[in-house]
T-cell receptor, first 115, second 113 residues
Framework: AQTVTQSQPEMSVQEAETVTLSCTYDTSESDYYLFWYKQPPSRQMILVIRQEAYKQQNATENRFSVNFQKAAKSFSLKISDSQLGDAAMYFCACRTQGGSEKLVFGKGTKLTVNP | DAGVIQSPRHEVTEMGQEVTLRCKPISGHDYLFWYRQTMMRGLELLIYFNNNVPIDDSGMPEDRFSAKMPNASFSTLKIQPSEPRDSAVYFC???????????FGPGTRLTVL
């Protein structure tokens, strides 16, 4: 069974600064996908970034990037130049490739952005 | 595309009543998922369908919960009878093999008094 752990229930960052959210996972599969979802107060789940486990290069989407350490089973999210609109819950998730489309989520990290 | 559509957005009911949540997936998506979100347990997968067929319902908490997908554009999640501990936000999501992403609906906030 897969597990996803987010050890930081809450984080805060100053506007324009950089923050890193941590995530570790456990899976016995060799082929899988990792995701970060954002959930603002509107509660809409929005995909921020995804990483295929077979790719060594870390994924980047504008101000969002990941640090994927496969051996350590670590998948952290870095937000650069933080904006007030980045304030939200952030969920890390894992999905194995083939045979199951199930997403397993971590418990989330609440990010506050201070002006 | 309108995205995943869920109704109602909010539901308040009394213990013992039947509750039906509805979902319309994105056209062309062949996977549909039902999740439940609570403060205590986070986001949990309840059940998912592929081509209208239930594939994994191991997350359905008990027999009071049932889900159906009569066609590719509609699914329901029913709770009968409802209990206060069922209070949560229920999300529907859809995806396809061609798109490596699950698209979530806006959720239904259920309150059982």
């Amino acid at each position: 069974a897969q597990t996803v752990t987010q050890s930081q229930p809450e984080m805060s960052v100053q506007e324009a600064e950089t923050v890193t959210l941590s995530c570790t996972y456990d899976t016995s599969e060799s082929d899988y996908y990792l995701f970060w979802y954002k959930q603002p107060p509107s509660r809409q789940m929005i995909l921020v970034i995804r990483q295929e486990a077979y790719k060594q290069q870390n994924a980047t989407e504008n101000r969002f990037s990941v640090n994927f350490q496969k051996a350590a089973k670590s998948f952290s999210l870095k937000i650069s130049d933080s904006q007030l609109g980045d304030a939200a819950m952030y969920f890390c998730a894992c999905r194995t490739q083939g045979g199951s489309e199930k997403l397993v989520f971590g418990k989330g990290t609440k990010l506050t952005v201070n002006p | 595309d309108a995205g995943v559509i869920q109704s109602p957005r909010h539901e308040v009911t009394e213990m013992g009543q039947e509750v039906t949540l509805r979902c319309k997936p994105i056209s062309g998506h062949d996977y549909l998922f039902w999740y439940r979100q609570t403060m205590m347990r986070g986001l949990e997968l309840l059940i998912y369908f592929n081509n209208n067929v239930p594939i994994d319902d191991s997350g359905m908490p008990e027999d009071r919960f049932s889900a159906k997908m009569p066609n590719a554009s509609f699914s329901t999640l029913k709770i009968q009878p409802s209990e206060p501990r069922d209070s949560a936000v229920y999300f529907c999501a859809s995806s396809s093999e061609q798109v490596n992403e699950q698209f979530f609906g806006p959720g239904t906030r259920l309150t059982v008094l």
